[in-house]
């Protein structure tokens, strides 16, 4: 597609609760990346997905918290048990380069709202 | 590690005024560095970056910034800023295994 596209936009879930967002990254980027924006704060990294390599998860704030991607494309973020502190922008980007250095192109974002 | 710092948290400017927006970084070897610009509801969006050569890079939207190796500093730069540049500004520091660490943010206000 044109762009990084992330569904839902938005979502309201209740505590304890699963949920799953989606990124579409742009055809032939090989780097995608997740990342947690809340609110008045940077961007956190999440996790990052190069090609077929195996994924580097440091970013992942606990257990809770896993994604994966499939045919190299399409990732989903799935955060089980959900807990108010999840509420956050969660950004999609994705990269042609391997290291992200000709930067990323991100999404809208999914806003989670945790009740 | 990697890190970056965006002194400023909000910061105001009258529309036609000039625009420095500052930025410091921390990292051991030549750094990739970026800035995005977010405007509300939005993602990011790449301004300008850079890696090596001219150490003053020119962006999208009328945007440039200047690389100082001594001072360890990136600062976004605008000769006459517009109301539509109303955003909030994040410098970014990228090369450490292809993950790019964030600032926390700039807020910039435009005053007609």
């Known amino acids: 597609g044109a762009g990084v596209s992330q569904s839902p936009s938005n979502k309201v879930t209740e505590k304890g609760k699963d949920v799953e967002l989606r990124c579409d990254p742009i055809?032939?980027?090989?780097?995608l990346y997740w990342y947690r924006q809340s609110l008045g704060q940077g961007l956190e990294f999440l996790i990052y997905f190069q090609g077929n390599s195996a994924p580097d998860k440091s970013g992942l704030p606990s257990d809770r918290f896993s994604a994966e991607r499939t045919g190299g494309s399409v990732s989903t973020l799935t955060i089980q048990r959900t807990q108010q502190e999840d509420s956050a922008v969660y950004l999609c980007?994705?990269?042609?380069?391997?290291?992200?250095?000709?930067?990323?192109?991100f999404g809208s974002g999914t806003r989670l709202t945790v009740v | 590690a990697q890190s970056v710092t965006q002194p400023d948290i909000h910061i105001t400017v009258s529309e036609g005024a000039s625009l420095e927006l500052r930025c410091n970084y921390s990292?051991?070897?030549?750094?990739?560095l970026f800035w995005y610009v977010q405007s509300p509801g939005q993602g990011l969006q790449l301004l300008l970056k850079?890696?090596?050569?001219?150490?003053l890079v020119q962006g999208i939207k009328g945007f440039e910034a200047e690389f100082k190796r001594s001072q360890s500093s990136f600062n976004l730069r605008k000769p006459s800023v517009h109301w539509s540049d109303a955003a909030e500004y994040f410098c970014a520091v990228g090369g450490d295994a292809g993950k790019s660490t964030f600032g926390d943010g700039t807020t910039l206000t435009v005053k007609p």
């Open positions: 990292y051991g070897a030549t750094p990739y």
């Open positions: 980007a994705s990269s042609l380069s391997s290291q992200g250095t000709n930067g990323y192109t």
């Open positions: 850079y890696f090596s050569g001219d150490t």
């Open positions: 055809s032939g980027h090989t780097a």
